[in-house]
């Protein structure tokens, strides 16, 4: 088999992802297609992420793409989570990882509903479905609070955690359009506030986007997805595959065998890459600023390769990454946004000065582009915390 070193993965890794300043793009859907799909758990992510790999970076550019030409669109899918990803690639994205969601979810929700005294949780669901897609074809994008307000049977409070020390009431809008978004039913749109606002209005998924999120055979997409996830981040071991796409084992091993993924040798083992692998690029320096939740610091599950243990606290306890900071292909530092908007910078090994000046340029695009907003990072890495409170102590 073919041996893939971890110099070659980091400079695929780089030249894949349009980290290479020469690669960079202001086609905002290209490079959502460089990392498959954009993480969009925290709304910053997808304009920095978006920013970082753009020739002439413009927040405006973002959500022109998202809410003007909507060449891209926002829908939960692998790991149960928010993602941002080109009509196209939602659609498999959907069959291969969202539509698992819905029964699952349409239960815990029928549950909560019996818990809170519906007689008859299946029927209620399904009036309220009709309710609210009535509605959005009315009244078109709509926040689920404005939904409540037209549609007073969504307002119902239902029961969490019953009998418990966490027992809570939520608005039952709340599951229905979290059910109806599992269905590719409605997606959501613009946010209520500005850009770093997780708030999103709803709307008909077929409104949106024309043709909606289709009705791909659910194997066949999972195949597609795991190849298109082969040629971002190949070479991946199985484990990675499993992990970025929240399949089990079972489905990760037969997405792979349907797809043709080429065995071969990386330092962890045997990893896969894309039938279509278009080989590697060679070894050139470079460097980055990238938000939290980046795609390329949140690829892979096995990270020994690019992340040293030295740099484990630019990830929370969850294995969620925060605002990281690299040098030819390895986490070297992290970054944060202090509340003066300064952003500043932790080394948690050595860096020559000449690559602290690339980063530090890297950070001064990012405050040019964040301009005057102030932002709270969602899933700030262990450094986050001592980094703002003035006591990390930066190697030089």
Not at 36 to 50: I, Q, R, W
Not at 53 to 60: F, Y
Not at 295 to 315: E, H, I, N, S
């Amino acid at each position: 088999m073919r041996v893939i070193g971890v110099e070659e993965r980091r400079a695929r890794l780089a030249a894949r992802h349009r980290l290479l300043p020469r690669l960079r793009t202001d086609d905002v859907a290209e490079i959502a297609e460089s990392v498959v799909a954009l993480h969009s758990s925290d709304p910053v992510t997808v304009y920095l992420s978006a920013a970082v790999r753009m020739a002439a970076p413009s927040l405006e550019a973002v959500s022109h793409a998202l809410y003007e030409d909507r060449t891209l669109v926002r829908h939960h899918a692998m790991r149960r989570t928010l993602w941002v990803a080109t009509p196209p690639t939602v659609r498999v994205l959907h069959a291969a990882a969202t539509r698992a969601l819905v029964q699952p979810e349409r239960r815990r929700t029928c549950q909560m509903l019996a818990a809170s005294g519906v007689h008859d949780p299946e029927s209620w669901l399904d009036g309220a479905r009709d309710l609210v897609l009535d509605d959005l074809a009315e009244h078109g994008p709509s926040t689920a609070r404005e939904l409540g307000q037209r549609i007073r049977a969504l307002a119902r409070p239902l029961q969490l955690a019953s009998g418990t020390q966490n027992e809570a009431t939520q608005a039952a809008h709340t599951r229905v359009m979290l059910g109806l978004g599992f269905a590719g039913e409605v997606v959501r749109v613009q946010p209520t506030g500005s850009w770093v606002n997780g708030a999103y209005r709803y709307a008909l998924a077929e409104d949106w986007v024309p043709g909606g999120l289709g009705d791909l055979d659910g194997r066949e997409a999972a195949a597609v997805l795991a190849d298109r996830y082969l040629q971002r981040f190949g070479p991946a071991s199985t484990v990675d595959v499993q992990w970025w796409t929240g399949w089990t084992k079972t489905a990760t091993v037969r997405a792979l065998a349907d797809c043709g993924a080429v065995p071969v040798e990386v330092d962890e083992g045997r990893a896969w890459v894309s039938a279509a692998d278009d080989g590697s690029p060679s070894p050139e320096p470079w460097a980055a600023a990238l938000p939290s939740l980046d795609p390329t610091t949140m690829g892979w599950k096995q990270r020994d390769w690019y992340l040293p243990a030295v740099a484990a606290d630019a990830f929370d306890r969850n294995g969620n990454a925060g605002p990281t900071l690299w040098v030819d292909g390895r986490v070297v530092g992290a970054w944060a946004q202090h509340k003066d908007g300064h952003l500043l910078s932790h080394y948690f090994e050595p860096v020559p000065q000449d690559r602290r000046d690339e980063l530090a340029d890297r950070l001064a695009q990012i405050a040019r582009v964040v301009g005057d907003t102030r932002f709270t990072v969602r899933f700030p890495g262990r450094i986050q915390a001592p980094l703002l409170a003035g006591t990390a102590r930066s190697l030089s």
